[in-house]
């Protein structure tokens, strides 16, 4: 069955909304290597590339179920935040706006009866399970750590380890 007309417009919404993490995080990325700390940049990268793979489910789904996709401006990301803990607190914030917009759209799918997009978006609640998780973690461990400059390097190095093990992951897929 075609999609509906409501939810094709709901879901290039949401195509927005992932992209528009993806700049936001991006964003981030320029931030903390502005800021020496490369080890948060590319864990930001890394969560940049996802955002993006998430957009683009969404774009194949549409084009799967004979929708068109249309693509939205995007607004220009904010650049700089008071400190790494306000950055990461802000893309807390932002996933759990995200996951609004998951759990408005699967209203949507159950009004419109449409359990094709029921089940696709299931994808996603687990997901921002996670996303919500990793997120709230790093804002933790940086709210631990205060303003010591050591703790900051720990968790900057730390957190360095998902850029190398994303690049691990590509190889192994390739
Ligand atoms: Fe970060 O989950 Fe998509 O937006």
Request: hydrophobic share 45%; proline share 1%; no cysteine.
């Amino acid at each position: 069955m075609m999609i509906g007309k409501r939810m094709e417009q709901a879901l290039n919404e949401q195509i927005k909304h992932e992209l528009e993490s993806a700049y936001l995080y991006l964003g981030m990325v320029a931030y903390f290597q502005a800021e020496g700390l490369d080890g948060m940049a590319g864990w930001m990268e890394v969560q940049a590339q996802e955002e993006i793979a998430h957009a683009m489910r969404f774009f194949r789904y549409i084009n799967e179920r004979g929708g068109r996709v249309e693509l939205k401006a995007l607004a220009q990301p904010q650049k700089e935040w008071a400190s790494p803990l306000e950055a990461f607190r802000a893309a807390y914030e932002h996933e759990r706006f995200i996951t609004g917009k998951i759990n408005d759209l699967l209203k949507i799918a159950e009004e419109e009866d449409d359990n094709a997009a029921e089940i696709m978006l299931q994808w996603f609640v687990t997901e921002q399970v996670e996303e919500e998780s990793s997120t709230k973690r790093v804002v933790d461990l940086l709210a631990r750590v205060g303003d010591s400059g050591h703790g900051l390097i720990m968790v900057d190095r730390e957190l360095g380890t998902r850029r190398a093990e994303a690049a691990g992951a590509e190889g192994r897929s390739a």
